[in-house]
């Protein structure tokens, strides 16, 4: 069963740094596209970074890069968001998302429950 558990999210002023976490199980997690979205009160889901560790590509969305990092930890099954310099605009509820491919299913995307970040003064 894919579980993608994320956290970290919380209340920042502008210029502050949060760091998110998703927790996954229940797929290989090194070989699976994981990626974090967001979306905020009102407005349309966003995606915001991608890693594909396979293809050894990682993407940013314009609006968070050069502020976003996305990295993965194998050996904890754990995806990560640092975020830095953040912005009122950035809040939102982030999060993960995988895409697990197995050869019985094909392709297939998993959304997680979100972290709430709150940019604010």
């Known amino acids: 069963d894919v579980q993608l558990q994320a956290s970290g999210g919380g209340l920042v002023q502008p210029g502050g740094s949060l760091r998110l976490a998703c927790a996954a199980a229940?797929?290989?997690?090194?070989?699976?596209?994981m990626s974090w979205v967001r979306q905020a009160p009102g407005k349309e889901i966003e995606w915001v970074s991608g890693?594909?560790?396979?293809?050894?590509?990682?993407r940013y969305a314009d609006s968070v890069r050069g502020r976003f990092t996305i990295s993965k930890d194998n050996a904890k099954n754990t995806l990560y968001l640092q975020m830095n310099n953040l912005k009122p605009e950035d809040t939102a509820v982030y999060s993960c998302?995988?895409?697990?491919?197995?050869?019985?299913?094909?392709?297939?995307?998993?959304w997680g429950q979100g972290t709430q970040v709150t940019v604010s003064s």
């Open positions: 890693i594909n560790e396979v293809l050894g590509t990682i």
């Open positions: 229940g797929f290989s997690f090194s070989k699976s596209y």
């Open positions: 998302t995988a895409n697990v491919y197995t050869y019985s299913r094909g392709s297939v995307d998993y």
